[in-house]
């Protein structure tokens, strides 16, 4: 009779080969079985933890505004079996850039648009070492878009004339040159090692999401913030980062876009002169251009825009976090080389000056 197959721990599956080992008389390899024996049963009890525990995605604030910031954060649970190597995620549509803070933390902001009502959903996903993947989501109710609060201006009839199609196209050429620049933010990394500055320190004469009623008609919906000044007064770079576009907009004038990174650009509108050019590295609080009347406005005082990516959100929110939010993020001398600056061949033809006109 033939004799029968030995069954030994290398052909058994783990489950059958921990409990065979675990039962065996011990002879002279007894100390290769015991040292088996022990690692299998550490990474059951890693394995068993790990399952007992899962991520959770949470945000500030809770209940966010429309065109708002919000700062996620990621908590999971660490293992020395099977490390964290990667975290990804999405709010919006839009990239979220998570930051490796402690041990099993991590942060990240995100936008949320104007327009957008009921309910919204973020995402984070986790990879391990192992492959294996989790994912997290957090729930975003959002409030229901209320009308803006109406500042009335008595202005030229030019102002609330429809456009003709010449001057649409190119407002709308503009438009697409601001989203791409901000869709650009998101393949480098944060720049700023320090919180966010104000512009002006002047006072602030329209919010973030306020109506325009010009002459008695609601035309459109603030997504800027406005600051008082007089022609040839200072405005300030927002944060360190490298300027992505210098030109003069229909609409806002001669213009200057800052990409900080990580999905965050910051605009200022209306400027009588600008003090740089695109491809320049700008420290935090370096003056970049001058207030100014410049494109369709009734006064000088300098507008300040913000995205996250194509998300037109209120930059005063960016106030909320800096250095606190995403320590060191930016080693120096490392800006230059993270950057990229929007493809000649995907950009729109650069907008002709503008004929001044008489205020």
């Known amino acids: 009779m ?10 058994l599956s783990p489950v059958a080969r921990y409990h065979t080992l675990a039962s065996l008389t011990f002879n002279r390899n007894t100390p290769n079985v015991k040292s088996f024996v022990t690692s299998i049963a550490i990474c059951s009890l890693f394995s068993g933890a790990l399952r007992g525990q899962t991520a959770r995605l949470t945000a500030a604030p809770a209940r966010p505004e429309p065109g708002a910031i919000v700062r996620l954060t990621l908590t999971a649970p660490v293992s020395r079996v099977d490390s964290v190597v990667s975290v990804s995620g999405t709010l919006a549509g839009e990239p979220l850039h998570f930051m490796h803070l402690t041990a099993g933390t991590w942060h990240s902001i995100g936008g949320i648009p104007v327009d957008v009502e009921g309910t919204l959903v973020g995402i984070a996903e986790i990879k391990r070492a192992s492959g294996s993947t989790e994912t997290v989501r957090v729930r975003f109710v959002l409030p229901k878009v209320p009308p803006p609060v109406a500042q009335p201006l008595a202005v030229d009839s030019s102002f609330t004339k429809p456009l003709d199609a010449e001057t649409t196209a190119r407002v ?40 325009r009623l010009f002459n008695g008609a609601l035309t459109a919906r603030h997504l800027g913030v406005d600051f008082r000044g007089a022609v040839g007064e200072p405005v300030r770079a927002a944060n360190r980062g490298v300027v992505a576009l210098v030109d003069n907009f229909f609409l806002a004038g001669n213009v200057v876009y800052i990409d900080h990174g990580g999905g965050v650009v910051t605009a200022y509108f209306h400027l009588s002169k600008t003090l740089v050019k695109a491809g320049d590295t700008v420290k935090r609080g370096q003056v970049i251009g001058l207030v100014g009347n410049t494109g369709r406005v009734t006064g000088p005082h300098l507008h300040w825009a913000a995205r996250y990516g194509a998300i037109t959100v209120n930059p005063l929110d960016l106030l909320a976090f800096g250095g606190g939010w995403y320590p060191g993020v930016a080693p120096s001398g490392t800006i230059v080389a993270k950057y990229r600056a929007p493809s000649e061949a995907r950009r729109a033809p650069a907008s002709p000056p503008r004929a001044k006109r008489n205020q």
């Open 2 to 11: 033939p004799e029968r197959e030995r069954t030994t721990p290398s052909n």
């Open 172 to 211: 709308n050429r503009e438009n697409e040159r601001a989203r791409e620049i901000g869709r650009e933010a998101h393949n480098h990394g944060a720049m700023w090692t320090a919180s966010f500055l104000k512009p002006r320190t002047s006072v602030v004469t329209s919010e973030f999401g306020s109506g």
